[in-house]
């Protein structure tokens, strides 16, 4: 499957914006999805993840109560809803997907990179204050 990014930008502490990813490739409903982020400095780190169905989902706990994932499967569209965003979001963010709807009922392997097999190219958010 093959991922692209949208969305990214310059942004203001407390706005609501939206980043997409559209896939091509195998039915877009037996994979899972997941949104990284990499401030600068630091390591990839896990936001969000979704099965293929979209009925189930779990959250990085920082953004748990200001990010949404969601997804078209009718569309190949994964989302990542951002609200109240905060200067510390400010990251380069990448989706990626993994094979079989059903999220790791591990917690390490869902927050975890070498789950994903697919990568997106990463799209850069600044968040200013």
């Known amino acids: 499957v093959q991922l692209q990014a949208f969305g990214g930008g310059l942004v203001q502490a407390g706005d609501s914006p939206r980043l997409s990813c559209a896939a091509s490739g195998r039915p877009f409903e037996s994979y899972t999805m997941a949104w990284f982020r990499q401030a600068p400095g630091k390591e990839r780190e896990f936001v969000a993840t979704i099965s293929g169905s979209g009925q189930a989902t779990d959250y990085l706990y920082s953004v748990k109560f200001r990010f949404t994932i969601s997804r078209d499967n009718a569309k190949n569209t994964v989302y990542l809803q951002m609200n109240s965003l905060r200067p510390e979001d400010t990251a380069v963010y990448y989706c990626?997907?993994?094979?079989?709807?059903?999220?790791?009922?591990?917690?390490?392997?869902?927050?975890?990179?070498?789950?994903?097999?697919?990568w997106g190219q990463g799209t850069k958010f600044t968040v200013s204050s």
């Open positions: 990626a997907a993994k094979s079989g709807p059903v999220l790791s009922p591990s917690l390490r392997r869902r927050i975890s990179r070498d789950t994903y097999y697919y």
